[in-house]
């Protein structure tokens, strides 16, 4: 629903302890994928990611099989089984899961330009909950083209569908968000160290259940602004984002006062600063301005940003920490989005070209326009990761996730296991 930019820009790939501790992953992505999450909505804060980020490294057609089963303790984060059984008639909190994902992955960098993407379907089914069992896709296709040091643009069309967050929805409501979002943008160097970057989006999500219709979602957003960026890599810039969400289906919300549209306008610094070989600090500190004609009570002006450190201990040792305030996506029928401030600690150790550990803690406080409710968040998770050959993953993630809310029934404490398999051919 709501987006934040966080451009960093890239340094010359070269040998770094760095990149090799703690990098590695990320730069599998590749540049496309990274652009297109900048444009989506942003996700609740999580705890390690999982599983861990992976592809294939070499260019070409493959195909990718992912097998993932889960266990949550407290699948819809309700305080018990009485305030299951007074919302949805069941007293069970706990269910596993298991998902098989399918598909391809292309990467094609050319001599002209980059073109990469993925296409994927996924199969979800629940031991207890079956109503939540669905089938999902995961469909992306972005170009790059570059013309170091002058300009730089891309283009990128996705679509997604997976089941809402069912935190959100406190229920077994199979309600399988489909979210379309078309984007370019690109770089202009202007004059000596000085560049101009310009990025535009349109985003349109549905939901599937009757009952979420009305938070239905268009979107537009465009943002651009000059950046300075020195012979070492190190960059100061400036972005100024503007978006523009609508609800097309409002009326349909049979309780509650219905937002029917929203505007919203970011000023931002963005700074990048590193040695080149141990750490390096990257953030955005801005003010956002987010006005809903049809529900003032939702306007928000205040300060949001991020921080984030990283330092390459040893070779194979990284630690990181996060400090952020942002806006979030909370569509009930009191409220359409929290604000969140927290901060993360992380740590990785590469135990062996083979062995992957990482370990993650976040606190985080919420609180919800239009409403009185605080929370407070606290979780922590360990992933270990074994990669036996090129193209095949195992991982495994122990979380615990612990809220605090002083509305009824909202504090709950959460415990997750899970295990992942992941093979490209």
Not at 79 to 102: I, Y
Not at 260 to 269: L, W
Request: hydrophobic content about 40%; charged content about 15%.
């Amino acid at each position: 629903m709501l987006l934040s930019p966080s451009h960093v820009p890239r340094r010359p790939r070269r040998a770094q302890p760095l990149r090799d501790a703690l990098l590695r992953p990320i730069r599998r992505l590749g540049s496309g994928v990274a652009a297109l999450g900048l444009l989506c909505a942003a996700l609740p804060a999580q705890a390690a990611e999982f599983p861990p980020a992976w592809a294939p490294d070499t260019p070409g057609l493959h195909p990718v099989l992912r097998l993932q089963h889960t266990c949550s303790s407290n699948l819809f984060g309700l305080s018990s089984g009485a305030a299951a059984q007074r919302l949805f008639g069941d007293t069970q909190l706990s269910d596993c899961w298991t998902t098989a994902q399918g598909g391809l992955r292309f990467d094609n960098d050319g001599a002209v330009g980059r073109l990469h993407g993925h296409a994927l379907v996924e199969r979800t089914q629940y031991n207890h909950y079956r109503a939540l069992d669905f089938t999902g896709h995961d469909v992306s296709l972005t170009y790059n083209l570059d013309h170091t040091p002058h300009w730089s643009a891309y283009a990128s069309a996705s679509d997604r569908a997976a089941l809402q967050d069912l935190t959100i929805l406190q229920a077994p409501v199979l309600d399988v968000v489909r979210k379309q979002v078309v984007s370019a943008g690109g770089m202009r160097r202007l004059e000596g160290p000085f560049s101009l970057t310009a990025d535009t989006a349109l985003i349109r999500i549905r939901n599937a259940a009757a009952s979420q219709r009305p938070y239905d979602m268009d979107i537009g957003l465009v943002r651009l602004g000059p950046r300075y960026t020195s012979a070492a890599g190190n960059s100061v810039g400036y972005v100024l984002s503007l978006q523009q969400g609508r609800y097309p289906n409002a009326a349909m919300q049979t309780s509650g006062a219905p937002l029917a549209d929203y505007h919203q306008i970011e000023n931002a610094a963005q700074f990048f600063w590193s040695d080149a070989a141990y750490w390096q600090v990257s953030g955005t500190a801005g003010y956002m301005q987010y006005t809903a004609p049809s529900l003032p009570s939702l306007d928000f002006h205040g300060a949001v940003g991020d921080v984030e450190a990283k330092l390459a201990v040893t070779g194979k040792t990284a630690l990181g920490m996060k400090l952020y305030r942002k806006l979030m996506a909370y569509n009930t029928l009191t409220t359409n989005y929290q604000v969140v401030t927290g901060a993360q600690l992380n740590a990785t150790w590469d135990v062996d070209a083979a062995v992957r550990l990482g370990a993650e803690w976040t606190r985080d406080q919420a609180f919800f326009p239009g409403t009185t409710r605080r929370d407070n968040i606290q979780g922590g998770a360990i992933t270990l990761a074994y990669l036996p050959r090129p193209g095949t993953q195992l991982a495994l993630l122990l979380g615990r996730t612990n809220r605090s809310s002083n509305v009824v029934d909202a504090s709950y404490v959460n415990r997750t296991v899970s295990l992942n398999l992941q093979q490209a051919f």
